[in-house]
């Protein structure tokens, strides 16, 4: 799941840039791009420089995705087998088995996981013959895929040994040992910080859990503080409560009992914002209703009979949310018959139209009305015998329109 390097190849002083590594084979194929191909002479030497700083971050995501694995089965259950994952330099993926995991169980494996990267453990790597290490439980491995004569091991934690190289061989004797070929930190301590962001479902069965480490910690934590201080700001503004639990900001670089302090102070400001909307939007709907109900006594008094029927037919100054609350309350009012309103805003108009059962059965259809309308403001709307709503562009044809309509009543 490790993204491939990238950095430059130098043909004398021009620089062209690697795009891309691929593992082909027995060879790494270095892609560039096909306009620089043609400038470039086969069998000629070049340099090749690596980029450094991406290099790490992507080191930094694999071996925290190693630790990852160990404190998810320290944390949920040995049974959760990963399923696949993605390492790159600004993020990890890490796909597994398992039911929805707990707030408390994130807030556990941060916990593990931080814990094994302050310890500093060394990080190791070696070859091994393939049947000494297939039979091991202690050894993660993807059972299924087909592995060669001689696998790769990388051992955190434990003990090592140099080899007739000079470079430490692992003993096999560390908490976290797995069969892999990617790139890694030489001490857990180098992860810096290691965050989750996310967990959720991507399949029946199957969870992603999104995370960063290092410099991309760094950046997620001081995120959460400038939201903790985005949101004190905005409550304050609404003359809502902040709630009274204090936490010390990052000055510097920021540990997880930080990062954990400020996802619960986010959570604590959004649900009192939530809290304050919630009551501003029940207060706005109760004005609405109560302004609906004196606009339509307005209009219910000056509703005209023809025949068994009363008809409004009229333009409101209203929010199109409350017009047909408006129409229900001033239909209640006038009793058998039929009401139209209309709207103009922002240079677009809207019709909406209610009858009542004795107006239906002698013909006069809202779906109908509404869709005859807005035709001829230059839009269009329907909708049921008893209720319909629609729009038009013509905002300034809508008096006219409604005038027009009013005079075939009479």
Avoid at 9 to 25: A, E, K, M, P, Q
Avoid at 101 to 130: C, H, M, S
Avoid at 167 to 178: A, F, I, R, T, W
Wanted: aromatic residues 4%.
């Amino acid at each position: 799941g490790q993204v491939g390097d990238t950095g430059v190849l130098r043909y004398g002083s021009v620089d062209y840039n690697i795009l891309d590594t691929i593992h082909f084979g027995d060879f790494i194929l270095h892609k560039i791009d096909p306009s620089d191909a043609e400038r470039i002479p086969v069998g000629d030497t070049y340099t090749l420089s690596v980029d450094v700083n991406r290099r790490k971050a992507i080191e930094r995501h694999h071996t925290v995705t190693h630790l990852l694995h160990w404190a998810l089965h320290e944390v949920v259950s040995k049974d959760a087998t990963q399923k696949g994952s993605s390492v790159g330099p600004d993020k990890l993926t890490f796909d597994f088995n398992s039911a929805a995991l707990t707030p408390q169980q994130i807030a556990d494996i941060e916990k593990r996981v931080n814990q094994r990267v302050r310890e500093n453990a060394p990080v190791a790597w070696g070859e091994f013959p393939y049947a000494d290490v297939k039979g091991r439980a202690d050894v993660m491995q993807f059972f299924g895929d087909k592995y060669g004569d001689v696998v790769r091991v990388v051992q955190i934690g434990g003990t090592a040994k140099k080899d007739a190289h000079g470079k430490d061989h692992p003993l096999l004797d560390g908490y976290s040992m797995e069969l892999c070929g990617g790139t890694h930190v030489r001490r857990t301590g180098d992860i810096g910080l290691f965050k989750i962001l996310h967990e959720s479902a991507i399949a029946a069965g199957v969870r992603r859990i999104e995370a960063v480490a290092g410099d991309a910690a760094v950046a997620a934590v001081n995120h959460l503080a400038q939201e903790v201080c985005d949101l004190e700001k905005t409550l304050a503004g609404t003359g809502g409560k902040i709630p009274s639990t204090t936490i010390a900001l990052p000055t510097g670089t920021p540990d997880i009992a930080t990062a954990q302090a400020l996802e619960q102070r986010v959570h604590e400001l959004k649900h009192a914002l939530g809290e304050v909307r919630a009551a501003a939007e029940k207060a706005k709907r109760a004005e609405l209703q109560k302004n609906a109900a004196g606009l339509a006594d307005d209009l219910a008094a000056s509703a005209i009979t023809h025949g068994a029927l009363k008809f409004i037919v009229a333009v409101v100054d209203a929010p199109a949310a409350s017009l047909r609350d408006i129409a229900v309350q001033a239909g209640k009012t006038i009793g058998p018959g039929v009401v139209v309103l209309g709207y103009a805003a922002d240079g677009k108009s809207g019709v909406v139209a209610l009858c009542s059962p004795e107006a239906i059965a002698v013909g006069h259809l809202a779906g109908k009305i509404v869709g005859d309308l807005c035709t001829q403001l230059g839009g269009k709307g329907g909708g049921k015998p008893d209720f319909a709503q629609g729009g038009g562009k013509e905002a300034g044809q809508l008096p006219a329109v409604l005038d027009a309509f009013l005079k075939q009543i009479r």
